[in-house]
């Protein structure tokens, strides 16, 4: 199973900007989608961003146009550039991959990194 570790949550005042980063580690043969997931305590976990190999990108309606995900396959490593940040938006974020491993093609998270957006 790989292994992911996140990077650059914070407190952010909204219409303020952040970065997530994450990379993924362990025995991997190929990853096949990265992308972020965000949980609110006592509210399902919601996808909020995806993106293949080959650059194709899904959003989440609500976060589309403000937050843009990218990829450095060459760094087994994804990003989430999140703009114009609402109260809304706080939550953990999880860094997600599907992945060809020891244990064959895997889902995989982070432990997850916290974002508040406050004034």
């Known amino acids: 199973q790989a292994q992911l570790a996140e990077s650059g949550g914070g407190l952010v005042q909204p219409g303020g900007s952040l970065t997530l980063s994450c990379t993924a580690s362990?025995?991997?043969?190929?990853?096949?989608?990265m992308g972020w997931d965000r949980q609110v305590p006592g509210r399902q976990r919601e996808m909020v961003a995806r993106?293949?190999?080959?650059?194709?990108?899904t959003y989440a309606d609500s976060v589309r146009g403000r937050f843009i995900i990218s990829r450095d396959n060459s760094k087994n490593a994804v990003y989430l550039q999140m703009n114009d940040l609402k109260p809304d938006d706080t939550a953990v974020y999880y860094c997600?991959?599907?992945?060809?491993?020891?244990?064959?093609?895997?889902?995989?998270w982070g432990q997850g990194t916290q974002v508040t957006v406050s004034s």
């Open positions: 997600y991959s599907n992945a060809d491993t020891d244990a064959g093609r895997l889902d995989s």
């Open positions: 362990g025995i991997i043969y190929g990853i096949h989608i």
């Open positions: 993106m293949t190999g080959g650059g194709r990108t």
